[in-house]
């Protein structure tokens, strides 16, 4: 018997319906979208209590790297890899790389393979659940955890339930049929039949079992994955497969490669109060109503106005006589939708690719491994940026071939090192940085660094950056 239980956590994906909170540099994973902490955190922090559980495996998209590690280290959460894909394959080369992982360690356990992005309210249901997958998980099984549905739902694929499985910790269901998104009707059917549960992307099973169906049913991925892992490069806390080899894997889901062919799936039930938070109207169905049915996040007043979610970021937003609305008010955005049209949010994120927007991708305000910056205004010829390093941290040995930039000291202390000069500047102090002239900004104290930037010059990219040294490896080709 294995006890053993590893968390996999997938943290890919850009949560496109969610715009524009949520955007392809900052997914909704990893932020604050129902409570003080994190989806990712959240994730991670609900399976406290488990017996026998281990450290994570992350699995995320190398651009996201700095996010997954600094979310973890506010929580005070261990983990045992942060594996880093170069290009998105799915969910089923993700899976395989955590399994290569583990196993690489000359032993085996079961894997919780969660996605980074659920909520999940009831958590003494969530670990009754794990508990029962465990055993089948020991007993060979592959497990995936069904949600119980509480309402027609033609969002989510289902799971038929076929023979049950008796053990001493509760009973499991072999899986009959994976069946795919279905129309109004039939989802009624399969409601009142009881027999159906929404496939809600959660699995257990032994790294080594998965392994083997994945050899029977997709030799392709397992070879890829093995081959990534046998040349990956370890950089701080991360782990970086092969670029080229990774590449060659085919894009596909946990589901259709392994799931659906293996004789051995079973499915649990699992009635927890879960929520994928694939979109607003699911914010506003998981969030706490007033009176009224209106969610309110932020600076926000009501009058007269029903069943509204409103998300405010920095100012005042006021509804007046309106009902069923999602109001959701970035520092450079602002979106206003019937909350029954909110699937079709990720149109406008299409309109924006195709307009190359950067408000597609990123926020105003910008994470950095050592802070963030937010660009305050900008025109013809000028930028002025608010930067935040945090204590201890430094940006890279840097030029610009087309600014200048002044710097204003608003708090903490700055150590600035530009040409062969190295200065301390204080609050209200201030230097120039002339245009080619190689420099460095750093927090020698013990709380955050607050600058005001002001860049002057012909063009203001954040690509005209020639980086000669970085302790967070991202130096420039």
Same mark, same amino acid.
């Given at each position: 018997?294995?006890?053993?239980?590893?968390?996999?956590?997938?943290?890919?994906?850009?949560?496109?319906?969610?715009?524009?909170?949520?955007?392809?540099?900052?997914?909704?994973?990893?932020?604050?979208?129902?409570?003080?902490?994190?989806?990712?955190?959240?994730?991670?922090?609900?399976?406290?209590?488990?017996?026998?559980?281990? *450290?994570?495996?992350?699995?995320?998209?190398? %651009?996201?790297?700095?996010?997954?590690?600094?979310?973890?280290?506010?929580?005070?959460?261990?983990?045992?890899?942060?594996?880093?894909?170069?290009?998105? &394959?799915? +969910?089923?080369?993700?899976?395989?790389?955590?399994?290569?992982?583990?196993?690489?360690?000359? &032993?085996?356990?079961?894997?919780?393979?969660?996605?980074?992005?659920?909520?999940?309210?009831? +958590?003494?249901?969530?670990?009754?659940?794990?508990?029962?997958?465990?055993?089948?998980?020991?007993?060979?099984?592959?497990?995936? #955890?069904?949600?119980?549905?509480?309402?027609?739902?033609?969002? =989510?694929? /289902?799971?038929?339930?076929?023979?049950?499985? @008796?053990? /001493?910790?509760?009973?499991?269901?072999?899986?009959?049929?994976?069946?795919?998104?279905?129309?109004?009707?039939?989802?009624?059917? =399969?409601?009142?039949?009881?027999? =159906?549960?929404?496939?809600?992307?959660?699995?257990? #099973?032994?790294?080594?079992?998965?392994?083997?169906?994945?050899?029977?049913?997709?030799?392709?991925?397992?070879? *890829?994955?093995?081959?990534?892992?046998?040349?990956?490069?370890?950089?701080?806390?991360?782990?970086?497969?092969?670029?080229?080899?990774?590449?060659?894997?085919?894009?596909?889901?946990?589901? $259709?490669?392994?799931?659906?062919?293996?004789?051995?799936?079973?499915?649990?039930?699992?009635?927890?109060?879960?929520?994928?938070?694939?979109?607003?109207?699911?914010?506003?169905?998981?969030?706490?109503?007033?009176?009224?049915?209106?969610?309110?996040?932020?600076?926000?007043?009501?009058?007269?106005?029903?069943?509204?979610?409103?998300?405010?970021?920095?100012?005042?937003?006021?509804?007046?006589?309106?009902?069923?609305?999602?109001?959701?008010?970035?520092?450079?955005?602002?979106?206003?939708? !019937?909350?029954?049209?909110?699937?079709?949010?990720?149109?406008?994120?299409?309109?924006? @690719?195709?307009?190359? !927007?950067? %408000?597609?991708?990123?926020?105003?305000?910008?994470?950095?491994?050592?802070?963030? /910056?937010?660009?305050?205004?900008?025109?013809?010829?000028?930028?002025?940026? &608010?930067?935040?390093?945090?204590?201890?941290? &430094?940006?890279?040995?840097?030029?610009? =071939?087309? !600014?200048?930039?002044?710097?204003?000291?608003?708090?903490?202390?700055?150590?600035?090192?530009?040409?062969?000069? +190295?200065?301390?500047?204080?609050?209200?102090?201030? +230097? $120039?940085?002339?245009?080619?002239?190689?420099?460095?900004?750093?927090?020698?104290?013990?709380?955050?660094?607050?600058?005001?930037?002001?860049?002057?010059?012909?063009?203001?990219?954040?690509?005209?950056?020639?980086?000669?040294?970085?302790? $967070?490896?991202?130096?420039?080709?």
């Amino acid at each position: 018997m294995i006890n053993q239980l590893i968390p996999v956590i997938l943290s890919g994906g850009s949560g496109t319906r969610l715009w524009p909170l949520s955007r392809k540099h900052r997914p909704k994973q990893f932020l604050p979208v129902v409570d003080e902490f994190t989806l990712f955190q959240s994730t991670i922090l609900r399976l406290q209590g488990i017996t026998e559980l281990e *450290a994570p495996v992350v699995v995320c998209n190398e %651009e996201h790297r700095f996010m997954v590690a600094e979310q973890l280290r506010e929580c005070d959460l261990p983990h045992q890899g942060i594996l880093l894909e170069p290009i998105g &394959r799915n +969910t089923a080369p993700a899976i395989a790389l955590a399994a290569f992982h583990i196993c690489a360690q000359h &032993r085996d356990a079961n894997l919780l393979v969660l996605p980074a992005d659920h909520v999940i309210r009831d +958590t003494l249901a969530l670990h009754h659940a794990i508990g029962v997958a465990q055993q089948a998980a020991n007993d060979g099984f592959l497990v995936t #955890f069904g949600i119980v549905p509480n309402k027609p739902e033609t969002g =989510y694929g /289902y799971i038929q339930q076929g023979e049950t499985i @008796n053990t /001493y910790r509760g009973s499991t269901h072999r899986v009959a049929a994976f069946v795919e998104k279905p129309d109004i009707t039939t989802a009624e059917h =399969y409601l009142a039949s009881g027999e =159906y549960l929404w496939n809600s992307g959660m699995f257990l #099973f032994r790294a080594s079992r998965f392994l083997e169906e994945l050899a029977r049913w997709q030799p392709e991925v397992l070879g *890829a994955c093995q081959q990534a892992l046998l040349k990956d490069a370890h950089d701080l806390d991360f782990i970086r497969v092969c670029p080229d080899a990774f590449a060659t894997c085919p894009n596909i889901s946990v589901d $259709y490669a392994v799931m659906e062919k293996t004789m051995d799936a079973v499915v649990v039930p699992l009635d927890a109060g879960w929520n994928d938070v694939g979109a607003w109207s699911a914010v506003w169905e998981d969030g706490k109503q007033d009176q009224d049915g209106n969610v309110l996040r932020g600076d926000a007043l009501i009058h007269n106005a029903h069943n509204n979610l409103v998300h405010t970021e920095h100012r005042l937003v006021a509804l007046v006589g309106v009902d069923d609305l999602v109001v959701i008010d970035t520092k450079d955005a602002t979106l206003v939708a !019937r909350r029954d049209q909110v699937q079709d949010v990720k149109k406008i994120v299409d309109q924006l @690719n195709v307009k190359n !927007r950067p %408000e597609a991708t990123l926020h105003r305000e910008v994470n950095r491994p050592w802070g963030s /910056y937010d660009s305050i205004d900008s025109g013809h010829r000028f930028q002025v940026k &608010r930067i935040v390093v945090k204590p201890g941290e &430094r940006l890279s040995l840097q030029m610009h =071939y087309h !600014r200048a930039e002044h710097w204003i000291v608003v708090k903490g202390t700055a150590e600035v090192h530009c040409g062969e000069k +190295t200065l301390l500047l204080t609050e209200n102090q201030s +230097t $120039y940085i002339p245009l080619g002239e190689t420099h460095q900004l750093v927090n020698p104290g013990k709380v955050p660094l607050e600058i005001i930037e002001v860049q002057s010059g012909s063009y203001l990219g954040e690509d005209d950056i020639v980086r000669f040294s970085d302790q $967070y490896g991202r130096l420039s080709s």
